[in-house]
């Protein structure tokens, strides 16, 4: 491996010295993490020994390793991270970053040679997306491509990486933090009008009165998490994928949008959950404080009790500790915002998810958002009125009448009156039976563990008199002293 191309040294350096860096984190995920010291090598020597720069290797991530560690880097006083690998480009909220996509390999001919023939047999335009390890090589495949089909006439939109820089994101409204350039990676196919997208770290533009579902979505990388966000994201395109590892270009993600059904199962058990855990998943992506209190007051206005948890990556473990949580809610960066719930004893769904669940007459129209940031309101959320009829659970196969969300008043100010409207909120549930009704009691995590059916070891406190002692055996547990001894073999 050529360090000095594929870490980008000479970049690297020109960033820390054109801003006068003093204290730089270097961030690896774990299968970099043994080029570490030789990065920090070439990097020190770019660098010149004039220059009291300190360079410190962070690594074991608290949370995913695509996000920029602002918390490790704090831990050093670090003046900028440098983060190396696969990154979703997510801003900052104190410290500027510098992403190092890395090159990862990639046969261009034989990425033509299968594109080509696969678009000379679909005659729909094509929008290219891809991983950011690939951006290297994407004007190359470009001009191949434009060499290879030289009469076809075919609409084709290559995407742009923003930018390789991150810089703290004032405004926790906007949609990122990356600066106003397209950087060293750009295809130069930008329009001058139109509608712009933006997924990833990646920006394109389509012509105006176009849609995505028009369009071809064409992938080069693997099937990773940011693959994942663009199935999810534009589910409504035909999206076929280029592996450049096996060198075969993959037409069938069903597998991928299946999981949009397992996602609408999810919102249907967090609309039945009475107490609601908030992961925080990020503690450096900007706007994921704004998110937490955002989710609070949704969940305070659909009459639930919402617990927030920090504890790093979340693993069923983790989450079997909290076993009075219903449901949670992951704020975390679009990439890593999805998790396999199935071993967990609790779903996990995201901001999104949440809204659809938690808001009055909210519907799923199809549309699926992962980045939090989009959905981050201007204004304060209303408390919308309940509807007066009863909403159909699937889950449990009736009707079930929500409550109103809980006011603070005057009438409130007896402690004991206000933990009493706090947990006793019900839930009304019709059966076939209109004349009968099954209450269920909201409760909170103190009540949930005083009628849980096992406590722990049993202290009987009402006899005050102590209980005799016992002696026990002494000796070794092959002959204890009050053991018989059995006889010898041949004794009379």
Same mark, same amino acid.
């Given at each position: ?6 870490? *980008? ?103 033509? *040679? ?33 060499? /290879? ?58 012509? *105006? ?60 058990? /967090? ?65 890593? /915002? ?15 998810? /949440? ?138």
């Amino acid at each position: 491996m050529d360090l000095e191309l594929n870490f *980008e040294i000479s970049r690297t350096a020109e960033f820390i010295l054109s801003r006068n860096f003093t204290r730089v984190a270097l961030q690896f995920p774990d299968d970099l993490l043994k080029h570490s010291t030789k990065v920090v090598t070439c990097l020190r020597n770019k660098l010149g020994s004039g220059n009291k720069v300190g360079l410190f290797v962070m690594a074991d991530t608290t949370f995913g390793s695509c996000c920029v560690d602002e918390v490790g880097a704090s831990h050093i006083g670090a003046d900028c991270v440098i983060h190396y690998g696969h990154t979703c480009l997510s801003p900052t909220s104190t410290l500027p970053a510098f992403c190092v996509f890395g090159k990862a390999s990639i046969n261009i001919s034989c990425c033509v *040679e299968k594109l080509s023939s696969y678009f000379r047999t679909n005659g729909k335009p094509i929008v290219v997306l891809y991983g950011l390890g690939y951006a290297h090589a994407i004007s190359q495949i470009k001009r191949a491509l434009e060499e /290879a089909m030289p009469k076809t006439k075919m609409e084709l939109i290559f995407s742009d990486v923003m930018c390789s820089i991150i810089n703290p994101l004032e405004d926790h409204r906007k949609s990122d933090g990356l600066e106003g350039c397209l950087g060293t990676y750009s295809s130069e196919n930008s329009l001058g009008s139109g509608t712009r997208y933006s997924l990833g770290g990646l920006t394109w533009d389509l012509p *105006e009165g176009q849609r995505m579902e028009d369009y071809l979505l064409l992938w080069i990388g693997p099937e990773n998490s940011a693959f994942s966000n663009a199935v999810l994201t534009f589910n409504g395109c035909e999206i076929v994928r280029y592996d450049a590892t096996e060198d075969q270009l993959v037409t069938d993600v069903s597998q991928q949008k299946r999981i949009l059904k397992r996602r609408y199962y999810l919102v249907e058990r /967090a609309k039945d959950a009475n107490m609601v855990g908030i992961l925080v998943g990020t503690l450096g992506v900007a706007g994921y404080l704004h998110m937490i209190h955002q989710m609070k007051e949704l969940i305070m206005l659909a009459g639930k009790k919402a617990y927030t948890l920090v504890m790093g990556r979340p693993n069923p473990s983790k989450l079997a500790n909290f076993p009075e949580c219903d449901v949670f809610i992951y704020v975390s960066c679009a990439q890593t /915002a999805l998790l396999d719930s199935k071993e967990f004893l609790a779903p996990v769904i995201t901001p999104f998810e /949440a809204m659809l669940a938690f808001s009055s007459g909210s519907q799923w129209t199809g549309t699926y958002v992962l980045e939090f940031r989009d959905l981050i309101s201007s204004s304060q959320l209303e408390v919308s009125k309940r509807p007066e009829e009863a909403r159909f659970s699937f889950l449990k196969g009736g009707y079930v009448e929500d409550f109103e969300p809980q006011e603070n008043g005057d009438e409130d100010n007896d402690s004991t009156l206000a933990l009493a409207n706090a947990t006793e909120k019900a839930l009304q549930l019709r059966d076939r039976d209109p004349g009968s009704l099954v209450k269920g009691t909201v409760k909170s995590g103190a009540e949930f563990f005083v009628t849980r059916s096992y406590h722990g070891l049993e202290t009987h406190a009402n006899s005050s008199s102590p209980e005799p002692y016992l002696i026990g055996r002494s000796g070794k547990a092959s002959g204890y002293e009050d053991e018989r001894s059995e006889p010898e073999l041949g004794s009379n």
